[in-house]
Nanobody, 120 residues
Framework: QVHLAESGGGLVQAGGSLRLSCAAS????????MSWYRQAPGKQRELVAL???????NYGDFVKGRFTIARDNAKNTLSLQMNSLKSEDTAVYYC??????????????WGQGTQVTVSS
């Protein structure tokens, strides 16, 4: 009913930048919050950034001003601009979207994940 398409991962040198994108499609009536999570090998999945329907944002402590989350409500798209990347940012990044379907059912869906690798 809802599909997320992620793009933008890849290999970058430390200090470089990447931009991740996520597009939600399907029987979406409204979107509440949209988030990026990441999971490194052997570690738990952690919140990178969240943005709600009022554009309030929240970032993981490790971001420290390096990343910027943004959304386009008209297109149901989400982005994450990542600057000053560090080797410890290497992980699979997942998009997560929470909202409502046309017929009043809530949804909470995850993207397939996109690999970000930062070489030191």
């Amino acid at each position: 009913q809802v599909h997320l398409a992620e793009s933008g991962g890849g290999l970058v040198q430390a200090g470089g930048s990447l931009r991740l994108s996520c597009a939600a499609s399907g029987s979406i009536s409204s979107v509440n919050h949209m988030s990026w999570y990441r999971q490194a090998p052997g570690k738990q999945r952690e919140l990178v950034a969240l943005i709600n329907s009022g554009n309030f944002t929240n970032y993981g402590d490790f971001v420290k001003g390096r990343f910027t989350i943004a959304r386009d409500n008209a297109k149901n798209t989400l982005s994450l601009q990542m600057n000053s990347l560090k080797s410890e940012d290497t992980a699979v990044y997942y998009c997560n979207v929470v909202g409502w379907l046309y017929w009043g059912e809530a949804f909470n869906v995850w993207g397939q994940g996109t690999q970000v690798t930062v070489s030191s």
